[in-house]
């Protein structure tokens, strides 16, 4: 894996300074919501307006608007690019924003890690000062803000090529083969990067690449600048991104659950905190999978865990909707998920 120490330099003169808030206080957190494939601003509508509600005084809350519908078919990378430019266009116009926080849901996910990478400015170091590592407490900013929280909700960080990745396919090898030939016909350049079948300009697959640092594109240095990282992951009936891919997991590490007895939460059935970790290299690269290359990548931050289960609800079957509440009436469900984020949102 490359040099996580930050890349090329930039030149300190070329970094802004954030300005202070304006005299008398409001909110300097911005909070950056993230759809997934095909889909649009309204799908975040309940939980925006939750963070708004409940923490109205202290973050503004922006649905990102470029990537709606069938511009989620464009690729990860050019929906990042996208994502990237938004902010800086939505802090330019927010003058006083200091900090900087996403919730992303399903491929969104992905994107806002893109974009952060993009996105990523690494901390003013002397000519004494050693390069930086995933371990150091001097983390870098996103865009000249202090990066508080990423949260992703059933984001398929580990892609979505290996064996019941995606549920629906009914963990069969011939119809995920299959798919893996088709996938493009449907969900365009982003399918590819999803089942790695990307191969552009001889790189490695996109999401390989996005567990490291590349150039200016600094995705694992943009991923550890922020104070805490959370997967939110549904445990089962969600067909669409399975347990293991958006928990960051083996399968051997998949733990065992028991129905909640929380009446506040009562669908978060596990939580846990993954300290970060020192990979050993893959003895035999060439028999070492993606999968578990992006495993390895994404171990080295630490990552707060929460397992969700709707196996009781009449809706479990769109468990993929009903842990973001995409829709206020038939999702209710969910609503303690969102509950469960703002509870533990840190704002400083």
């Keep these: 894996m490359g040099d996580l120490g930050g890349g090329d330099w930039r030149d300190e003169a070329a970094e802004e300074q954030a300005p202070p808030a304006p005299v008398g206080g409001g909110a300097d957190h911005l909070v950056v919501m993230v759809h997934g494939i095909v889909g649009s601003t309204a799908d975040w509508k309940f939980g925006a307006e939750q963070f708004d509600k409940l923490l109205s005084d202290k973050v503004i809350v922006h649905c990102s608007n470029?990537?709606?519908?069938?511009?989620?078919?464009?690729?990860?990378?050019?929906?990042?690019?996208?994502?990237a430019q938004e902010v800086i266009e939505e802090t330019n116009k927010r003058p006083h924003i200091k900090k900087i926080s996403f919730v992303a849901h399903s491929v969104g996910g992905l994107v806002a890690r893109y974009a952060i990478g993009r996105l990523y400015r690494p901390p003013r170091r002397t000519f004494q000062s050693a390069p930086q590592s995933l371990s150091d407490g001097n983390r870098g900013t996103i865009h000249g803000l202090e990066a508080v929280n990423f949260i992703t909700v059933a984001s398929p960080h580990l892609g979505?090529?290996?064996?019941?990745?995606?549920?629906?396919?009914?963990?069969?090898?011939?119809?995920?083969?299959?798919?893996?030939?088709?996938?493009?016909?449907?969900?365009?350049?982003?399918?590819?990067?999803?089942?790695?079948?990307?191969?552009?300009?001889?790189?490695?697959?996109?999401?390989?690449?996005m567990v490291d640092d590349w150039?200016?594109?600094?995705?694992?240095?943009?991923?550890?600048?922020?104070?805490?990282?959370?997967?939110?992951?549904?445990?089962?009936?969600?067909?669409?991104?399975?347990?293991?891919?958006?928990s960051i997991r083996r399968d051997s590490e998949l733990p065992m659950w028991v129905d909640s007895t929380d009446k506040i939460y009562p669908h978060i059935v596990h939580e846990e905190l993954s300290k970060a970790e020192t990979p050993n290299q893959c003895a035999d690269v060439y028999n070492c999978t993606i999968e578990e290359l992006l495993l390895r990548g994404l171990k080295r931050v630490s990552w707060e865990k929460v397992d969700v289960s709707f196996h009781n609800s009449k809706v479990r079957s769109a468990a993929h909707s009903v842990i973001q509440v995409k829709d206020p009436v038939m999702h209710c469900e969910g609503a303690d998920v969102i509950q469960h984020m703002i509870d533990h949102f840190i704002l400083e």
Excluded at 71 to 82: A, K, Y
Excluded at 215 to 225: E, K, N, Y
């Design 160 to 209: 979505s090529r290996g064996n019941r990745q995606v549920p629906f396919l009914f963990g069969v090898t011939a119809i995920e083969s299959f798919a893996c030939c088709i996938i493009h016909l449907i969900f365009g350049r982003t399918g590819k990067h999803l089942f790695f079948t990307d191969n552009d300009d001889g790189k490695p697959p996109l999401l390989q690449c």
């Design 215 to 246: 150039g200016d594109l600094q995705f694992m240095s943009a991923l550890q600048a922020f104070k805490r990282r959370v997967a939110y992951s549904n445990v089962g009936h969600d067909h669409i991104v399975g347990w293991r891919t958006s």
């Design 66 to 83: 470029r990537n709606m519908h069938k511009l989620t078919l464009d690729g990860i990378d050019v929906m990042g690019e996208r994502l």
